[in-house]
C-alpha cells in the first residue's frame, strides 16, 4: 500500500499537465476577494530534488520539465514566436524554485498552491497524505516556510479526510484529487469521493488527474465523472496529453520493453470559464515539445 513514491515521478510530463492546469485555475480563483480554501488530498513530499536519487533513478523529468527549462528551452513551438501564456505561467513558477538557468528542485502541487494562496484574503490549503515518509517530509517542507495556520498538514486518508472539509466556511473551494492509482480500488473511490463531495459542495471547483494506461478503470473513469457531471448539472472541462505509444515495444534483444506511462488526463467539475480557451494553444504546444514518438497529441472538450 506504501511502496509508491512521487519522487519517482516528479517533474514527468504528467505533472508539468497536472500542474499547468491547476496553476492556470487558481489564478482564475483568486482573481475574487473572498476567501478561497484549497485541499490537496493526496500530496505527497511537496518538494523534490530532481538531482536526488530517487528522480535520478526514473530519469522521468528529463522528458517533461527538464525538456522546457534550461539555457534555450523550450523551443518556439512551430508557427508561433512565444509560449502560450498558462505555460509560460507554470515554467516561471517552477523556474521560482531554483536558480536561474538550474533545474535541481521541483514543487509539488502543495507548494505551487501556497504561491499562490493571498495572506490578506485568508486563503488556506489543507494538505492530506498518507505514506509515512512522504507525510513526514511534507510536514517538514511546509514547516520551513513559516506560514502559520495558512497551511495544515495531517497524516490522514484524503479522500476520507475531504467529508470533514465540505462546505467549507470560506464557501469557495477547489480540490484536487490525484492518488497514486497504485491500486485499482482508486479508480472507484475517485468517483465516489467526488460524488459524495458534489452532494455536500456543489459549487466546488473539482480536479481529478488520472493516469492514461491500458487498464479499464483508467478509460472508465473520464466517462464515469462526465455522468457524474452531467446528472447533477455541472459544467466540465477534460484535457488530455500523450507523449508516446502506450504498445509495448521490444529491444535488441527480443525482450519486451514497457512504454512507462504513455499520457495522463486531468478532469474538472466547474472549471473556470476561461480555462478551455486558455489551455487550448499551451496543450498544442506541449505535444510538440514534450513528443517522445508520433503518437503525441492532445484532447481537450467541455460541456456546460
Known amino acids: 500500500m506504501f511502496s509508491y513514491r512521487h519522487a519517482f515521478h516528479a517533474g514527468n510530463h504528467a505533472d508539468v499537465l497536472k500542474h499547468m492546469v491547476l496553476i492556470a485555475t487558481l489564478r482564475h480563483l483568486t482573481q475574487k476577494d473572498a476567501p478561497l480554501t484549497v485541499i490537496d488530498t493526496h500530496a505527497g513530499a511537496g518538494l ?9 533513478t526514473s ?3 528529463q522528458d517533461g520539465i ?3 527549462i534550461g539555457p534555450g528551452k523550450p523551443a518556439p513551438a512551430a508557427g508561433t514566436d512565444t509560449l502560450a501564456p498558462v505555460l509560460q505561467d507554470y515554467l516561471d513558477m517552477v523556474s521560482a524554485f531554483n536558480k536561474p538557468g538550474d533545474l535541481k528542485v521541483y514543487p509539488g502541487s502543495p507548494f505551487i498552491c501556497q504561491r499562490l494562496l493571498r495572506a490578506e484574503a485568508r486563503d ?3 494538505l492530506f497524505e498518507l505514506h509515512p515518509t512522504d507525510s513526514r517530509s511534507l510536514a517538514g517542507n511546509v514547516a520551513q516556510l513559516n506560514v502559520g495556520r495558512q497551511v495544515t498538514v495531517a497524516r490522514e486518508d484524503g479522500f476520507e479526510a475531504l467529508k470533514a472539509l465540505l462546505p467549507p466556511s470560506s464557501r469557495r473551494a477547489l ?3 490525484d492518488p497514486s492509482y497504485e491500486i485499482k480500488s482508486d479508480y472507484p473511490r475517485v468517483t465516489d469521493t467526488v460524488t459524495d463531495a458534489l452532494k455536500r459542495f456543489a459549487t466546488g471547483t473539482y480536479v481529478v488527474w488520472y493516469p ?3 487498464r479499464p478503470e483508467a478509460h472508465g473513469l473520464p466517462r464515469k465523472l462526465k455522468t457524474l457531471a452531467t446528472r447533477v448539472a455541472k459544467p466540465w472541462l477534460h484535457a488530455t496529453l500523450t507523449v508516446k505509444s502506450s504498445k509495448i515495444g521490444v529491444d535488441a534483444s527480443g525482450a519486451q520493453v514497457r512504454p512507462g506511462l504513455p499520457a495522463s488526463g486531468m478532469f474538472l467539475i466547474n472549471p473556470p470559464y476561461t480555462l478551455k480557451a486558455a489551455l487550448q494553444p499551451a496543450l498544442s504546444q506541449l505535444a510538440k515539445l514534450l513528443a517522445q514518438d508520433s503518437h503525441a497529441a492532445f484532447l ?4 456546460g
Not at 523534490?48 to 535520478?56: K, M, P, S, V
Not at 481537450?300 to 460541456?303: G, N, Q
Open 124 to 126: 488556506k490549503l489543507k
Open 59 to 61: 530519469g522521468e523529468a
Open 66 to 68: 527538464a525538456r522546457l
Open 175 to 177: 480540490v484536487l484529487i
Open 212 to 214: 492514461i494506461i491500458p
Open 300 to 303: 481537450l472538450e467541455s460541456a
Open 48 to 56: 523534490y530534488r530532481l538531482d536526488g536519487d530517487y528522480a535520478g
